[in-house]
């Protein structure tokens, strides 16, 4: 199936050949956004097809609306948006030729608990929003072309699957790609934590030649075991094969299959600057017919934190500098197309960032595509988020969720770092201590992955002592916004590295905005929760803090809080319910923020020049500062097309003119720089001047 969706994004291998038939699961599904009775024999269970109920199309979630317009709009339901079970139904359309074949169903992405039935016989369970899972369903098929599935989805909250809190609506539904494939009768096994079953490790890596271990998991239903060939290839990103090996397979049952590969003169992945890719792929054969394919991306490439050198790639220094994302977007929740996540990894790559954390969970695996291919480093964490349940089932839940991430993205080269917690032991939820649950993860992480480091995002307030328990230490830190000054990262920063005694990253650091709303004048910290959030503190906030962050040598990574503005409908701020707006681009993606400039100038070398507060009119004040972004050499400002002087960007790329007077009505400001290359322009207008 990877193979296909490969081949779809034109990622495949020249010649390359899908022997899996995999068919997306995209329309025609009913949905019921209730329960229905247990009791099969009920009516309601013989006719799904009771009205009301609606046709909708996977990706889907049912809190698109009530799960971002704040709890007043919705008074009756607890948090403010539906969560509860659902149910979804779908005819199978299986072709009359996987009668002898190997059927499985794999979901991306269901939130929180789904329950799936073939032909009303329940299938399977899994618990967690944010992993994938497959079931194998051969046994459950009439193949008589009336097979259907139904799935009960619930985003109730579960005391036992993680997270128990958050800053985050949970959008309940099928929210990622659903698909059924069929392999032959021995296959590369889909169904172990949701994962390729084929596992990439670099053994050893010199100029000459990279060694590569490829795992692969068989699971063979058949008897014939003994002549049973796995070929495995490895072309570069030219559709060259360079490693090529054919072997045979022993053992029946579920068994698992090593061969060592050679790649002769390797081509590094090296982050933004070169992502170079090669792909592997494992063929199941017998007597020449083929039973099935898979094709993994392969990055060559090491990943580290050095306490004193921080992150290296490839034994390398390599300044982290970038964003948090969380997967969702207005009028859409969590159930994102194609064509989203492409936008969202265009702009974070168009300001210039180079790693993104993919907070507070595991997010799409095309998500990771995009990384992989545009070299962009990822911190992926599992959603253990402010609290942990003391029950044996909930660390059991969290071993799987973070089993399923490890697993799944395993030879995704983008991923550089596995996330083991996010500020636990604070919020309403925290009754149990964390630290034995992190200590576990730390250890099972390690166990499947020694290869990538663990990092984790501590509370300021309230770290204890977990954040020496992963590899390296990461904190999130809001000085001028919740508390304190934009001038007290420095300070801060200092005592958490003595902590650790080496490099920390800083996993958040934001403040929220709204870019209709300014402030003229003395900037003063907004009231947090507040109702204005005007962008003018925003855009201070991060010049402070960035001027703290950069080239500090006490850091191995930053992460901007966050990159997009995000649905939490228990906040009612900033004028808007239902949102975080600490983002630098507003959540339809239809407005850049100032900050979303202020970053371009400093991280993506393209010449650009921006004025800052162009938003902010009309304004009342005629002694007014103008504030350019840019990384040119010089910038030349006029107003009214009169010069005001030229200034050079300082040390991150700010250039100021402090007292610039505007005319009553309008006023034209206009910088050029980049010897009149580049000009931004933009209208104040001076509206009942005040001194
Ligand atoms: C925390 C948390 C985030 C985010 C942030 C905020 O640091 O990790 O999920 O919500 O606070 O905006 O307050």
Same mark, same amino acid.
């Given at each position: ?248 397979? /022993? ?182 201590? /964390? ?9 099972? /992480? ?246």
């Amino acid at each position: 199936m990877r193979a296909v969706l490969l081949a779809l994004l034109g990622l495949a291998p020249v010649g390359h050949c899908a022997v899996r038939e995999v068919v997306p699961l995209v329309e025609g599904w009913k949905f019921l956004r209730r329960d229905i009775a247990p009791d099969q024999n009920a009516e309601e269970w013989r006719n799904f097809q009771t009205p009301p109920w609606e046709v909708v199309r996977i990706p889907h979630t049912w809190n698109s609306e009530d799960g971002s317009n704040g709890l007043a709009a919705d008074p009756n339901l607890l948090e403010g948006y539906y969560r509860g079970p659902a149910w979804y139904e779908r005819a199978m359309p299986i072709p009359p030729e996987w009668r002898d074949r190997r059927v499985f169903v794999r979901f991306e992405g269901v939130s929180l608990v789904a329950d799936v039935l073939i032909n009303r016989v329940p299938v399977g369970q899994h618990r967690g929003a944010f992993g994938a899972f497959c079931f194998e369903v051969t046994p459950y098929l009439k193949f008589d072309g009336k097979d259907a599935m139904r799935v009960r989805v619930d985003n109730s909250r579960a005391f036992d699957v993680a997270p128990l809190s958050g800053d985050f609506t949970i959008f309940g539904g099928i929210y990622r790609p659903v698909e059924i494939f069929s392999t032959g009768e021995a296959c590369i096994s889909p169904t172990f934590f949701g994962s390729p079953g084929v596992f990439l490790t670099i053994r050893k890596m010199s100029k000459e030649k990279a060694e590569v271990e490829v795992k692969t998991l068989i699971s063979t239903e058949c008897v014939d075991v003994q002549n049973i060939a796995v070929e495995i290839e490895i072309k570069n990103a030219e559709g060259v094969v360079v490693a090529k090996k054919n072997e045979r397979i /022993a053992k029946a049952g579920a068994s698992e299959h090593k061969a060592a590969m050679e790649i002769p003169a390797p081509r590094l992945w090296r982050g933004v600057a070169e992502p170079y890719l090669y792909y592997a792929t494992v063929r199941l054969s017998r007597a020449g017919e083929m039973l099935d394919e898979v094709t993994q991306p392969l990055g060559l490439r090491t990943v580290a934190i050095d306490k004193e050198k921080g992150f290296l790639l490839n034994g390398e220094p390599y300044a982290l500098h970038g964003v948090n994302r969380h997967q969702e977007r207005a009028g859409k929740g969590w159930a994102l197309s194609k064509a989203d996540h492409d936008e969202d990894h265009a702009l974070i790559r168009e300001m210039g960032a180079n790693t993104i954390r993919l907070a507070h969970y595991q997010q799409a695996e095309y998500f990771h595509d995009l990384s992989d291919r545009f070299g962009i480093i990822t911190w992926e964490e599992v959603p253990l988020v402010d609290a942990v349940s003391a029950s044996p089932e909930f660390l059991a839940n969290a071993r799987q969720q973070l089993q399923e991430m490890v697993y799944q993205n395993y030879n995704h080269p983008s991923v550089a770092m596995w996330g083991i917690f996010n500020e636990l032991d604070c919020g309403a939820m925290a009754t149990a201590p /964390a630290v034995p649950v992190v200590e576990d993860l730390q250890k099972l /992480a390690k166990q499947i992955d020694p290869t990538r480091p663990t990092v984790a995002a501590s509370f300021r307030q309230n770290a204890g002592t977990k954040h020496r328990i992963p590899d390296a230490a990461a904190w999130n830190i809001y000085p001028g916004w919740y508390s304190s000054s934009p001038n007290d990262a420095d300070g801060w920063i200092v005592d958490f590295s003595k902590q650790m005694d080496g490099r920390i990253g800083i996993s958040e650091y934001g403040a929220g905005a709204d870019p209709e709303q300014f402030q003229e004048g003395d900037l003063v910290r907004p009231v947090h929760n507040g109702a204005r959030h005007p962008q003018e503190w925003q855009n201070h906030f991060h010049e402070r803090l960035w001027a703290q962050l950069k080239d500090n040598p006490h850091l191995f990574g930053t992460w901007v809080w966050a990159m997009f503005d995000f649905a939490v409908d228990k906040r009612n701020e900033g004028g808007i319910p239902g949102l975080n707006d600490k983002g630098l681009v507003t959540r339809d993606r239809k407005t850049k923020k100032d900050t979303f400039y202020f970053y371009k100038a400093n991280w993506n070398p393209e010449p650009m020049v921006r004025i800052a507060s162009r938003a902010a009119t009309p304004r009342t004040k005629a002694i007014t500062e103008v504030k350019v972004y840019s990384n040119c050499a010089e910038v030349k400002l006029l107003v009214n097309g009169k010069s005001a002087g030229r200034a050079k960007p300082d040390a991150i790329k700010v250039c100021r003119w402090p007292d610039i007077a505007l005319q009553p009505g309008r006023n034209t400001i206009q910088a050029i720089a980049a010897d009149e290359k580049l000009s931004d322009i933009c209208e104040l207008t001076l509206e009942n001047p005040k001194p």
